[in-house]
DNA sequence: CAATTAGATTAGAATAATTATTAAGAGGTA
DNA sequence: TACCTCTTAATAATTATTCTAATCTAATTG
């Protein structure tokens, strides 16, 4: 928890807390997931707290908002570069740590400076591909997935 | 128009309005854009049936649905496989037709079923960077992305 | 210790985005 | 025409997110 003192903030119980769930945490949680698992300790939390302190975060590049997710914004905690892979059934997002090399050709930059760059995988996952969970029908679809839903 | 006609879907004077719209179209718009657009010439037209529109159209795969802009979801008529090129500022998105092949190690799919990949390039747009437009101020931070914003 | 101040927290209201419901309309078909 | 299916439209309802204003906290100063 030490770790977290150089970040350059005021350190408060309820920051702490929703560090502390965030450390280590791959499951790519929602702002309504953090505040359901923080408001246990803290039964007047809020909303406003977790998306004042989420954004605080990311200013500080200590979590990074993910977009991936069509329905919510999703946070990770790892601000390492690394990919996604994301079931279109179930929504749950897995680390990729396999290091892409991918740049634009300069010709394709369109006039843009290109800051950084993320790789969505597109998937199935293994309880969603036994007829499992299936919280909703509507995954993200983009250019290149195949359309598993009609 | 007559492109539309085997999608297999009843071609409604609404749906052929969005159609039209989408047609050629690479501004990647929102709902609200496309209702915007089309109510001109429908004043009746409600954001219901250009939800309920681009769902079916979707379930056809004649559009896709674009994540990458956090605020609001995208959509792109273009199905063909590509990657786009994402406004951390204005949130503006263009297209990157270079193809690349990137495939994920089984040893890294943690059983999933992969069907398909995009890839979102960030970077600042050349009316950006001019300190132009700049509608907003909080991109999607993903990882690998500098955070440009503090 | 009392007062000050800057920043953080809270509850709830407000807004925005999206989805669902329902009734009415349009077109086809027996 | 009666019946059926699909689409639309208006509205309501939900969900996600942001804003507001009052309150609180911790650190600092007098």
Redesign the pocket.
């Known amino acids: 928890m030490e770790k977290y003192k150089n970040i350059g ?2 350190l ?4 702490l807390a929703i560090l502390d769930f965030l450390e280590g945490n791959t499951s790519h949680p ?3 997931e953090i505040f359901t698992a923080v408001s246990g300790r ?15 975060l990311k200013g500080k590049g200590a979590v990074v908002e993910l977009t991936g997710d ?5 946070f990770d905690p790892n601000t390492a570069p690394h990919h996604h892979l994301i079931c279109t059934r179930c929504r749950r997002i897995a680390d990729v740590q396999v290091d892409y090399k991918i740049d634009l050709p300069r010709s394709s930059r369109m006039g843009f400076e290109i800051t950084g760059n993320h790789i969505e995988f597109f998937g199935v996952c293994p309880a969603c591909r036994k007829g499992g969970p299936e919280k909703t029908g ?1 995954g993200a679809q983009t250019p290149g997935e195949e359309n598993h839903e009609d």
């Open positions: 903030l005021k408060t119980p309820q920051r929602s702002a309504e803290f039964p007047t939390m809020s909303f406003a707290t977790v998306y004042n302190t989420l954004e605080t069509p329905q919510k914004k999703r509507s």
